[in-house]
């Protein structure tokens, strides 16, 4: 089989899309404005300023995807009316759009934080009558890594959350969530409708961003199950084809849904040498009407995300069980550059890896992955 898969972005997901489709066989293109972005080295990069640039992208490939749920709906709504698109758009706009998605997660009975639709300072008002406090206010639309948000803690940041995120106009009011920590669950449903998942992952951040994923979520069991039957609600209501993503609370009353993401997801990294096959390879068999591999685990996990500045690589590759993955991008300050997959053989040396990542990674964000991934110490 030889098939062109058109991307829309082609940042580090895409990449690593490219990378599991190669020994496929199967060649990747991408629509970016940075024609230099990490996905370059493995295809080619259709600029999107120029004017006819999105039928060139049209017309470069078999069938299309994304790697990232702001791709725009225009660009969309005109690719679909000759090619196909996997996720489907109403997945896309749905994911884009915070009232649409919690509204979906209300009509397949998932549980979500209570919230209200937020569209002037009135409403937010009435949110924090009816809510309490603390609240976390968000734009409807947009927001990534934490951004767009603002949390109030009480009435006096009222005023405040309004003029920081009201020219939004369309936002959301969601309690605020108690939660002991946070899951995501990444499955892959083909085009046959066969369904698919892999371990919960037990993510933590660090201002806002992921710093690392452990894999299974320590004491998941039961967990895993609520969270595989929500996701399957999910892709089967959607039609959907290609890899999704659900990021969940845990909490007193049970899981809470969060937001699904459309895409290959940061939590999922770990799939490449801890599954069977990977959220990338799947997602790639999915979008090409390829049989789905098995994603059962290969050994507990943990990934740790590279932020803002690079280690020192020969010393990540001389840790026992780490492997290493750069996405080929300039250094800044919160900007993810690249990942480190952990395999340790037991407790004894993950522990041992953290010590020696927190020497090797930046500070400040070692200090914290290195205190945090200890207590999810393989079985």
Not at 11 to 29: F, S, V, Y
Not at 90 to 103: D, G, I, V, Y
Not at 148 to 177: K, N, T
Not at 278 to 290: D, P, T, Y
Request: charged share 15%.
């Amino acid at each position: 089989m030889n098939k062109t898969i058109g991307i829309f972005g082609g940042g580090q997901l895409g990449r690593m899309m490219a990378q599991a489709a190669l020994p496929l066989n199967i060649q990747c293109c991408f629509y970016e404005a940075d024609t230099h972005c990490p996905a370059a080295q493995l295809g080619a990069v259709i600029a999107n300023q120029a004017p006819d640039a999105l039928q060139q992208f049209i017309a470069s490939a078999d069938v299309f995807s994304l790697e990232f749920e702001n791709t725009p709906l225009a660009d969309v709504d005109q690719l679909i009316q000759t090619q196909t698109l996997y996720p489907p758009r109403q997945a896309l706009a749905t994911a884009q759009n915070r009232l649409l998605e919690k509204a979906l997660f209300d009509e397949l009975a998932i549980p979500v934080a209570p919230y209200r639709a937020v569209h002037c300072e009135a409403d937010l008002e009435q949110a924090v009558a009816e809510l309490g406090l603390p609240l976390v206010l968000k734009t409807a639309t947009g927001g990534y890594d934490g951004k767009g948000q603002f949390v109030l803690r009480e009435r006096a940041d009222i005023q405040a959350a309004w003029q920081a995120l009201g020219p939004a106009q369309h936002l959301v009011a969601e309690a605020f969530v108690d939660f002991s920590r946070e899951l995501s669950i990444i499955a892959v449903r083909g085009q046959d409708g066969e369904l698919k998942t892999w371990p919960l992952a037990e993510n933590h951040h660090h201002h806002g961003i992921l710093s690392h994923s452990i894999v299974p979520a320590p004491d998941s069991a039961e967990l895993q199950l609520v969270a595989q039957d929500y996701i399957c609600r999910l892709l089967d209501r959607l039609d959907y084809v290609g890899v999704l993503t659900l990021e969940l609370f845990v909490t007193e009353q049970g899981l809470l849904a969060n937001e699904m993401a459309p895409r290959v997801h940061n939590s999922g990294h770990w799939s490449i040498e801890g599954a069977i096959c990977s959220q990338f390879e799947n997602h790639i068999r999915a979008v090409a009407g390829l049989p789905l591999g098995s994603t059962a685990m290969v050994a507990p996990t943990v990934m740790v995300n590279i932020i803002g500045q690079y280690p020192d690589s020969a010393q990540v590759l001389a840790l026992d069980g780490a492997h290493l993955h750069l996405y080929n991008k300039t250094e800044r300050a919160g900007r993810k550059l690249g990942h480190i997959t952990l395999l340790p053989k037991d407790s004894a040396q993950l522990s041992t890896l953290c010590q020696k990542l927190a020497i090797i990674l930046p500070e400040p964000l070692a200090l914290h992955a290195e205190i945090d991934i200890q207590h999810g110490a393989v079985e």
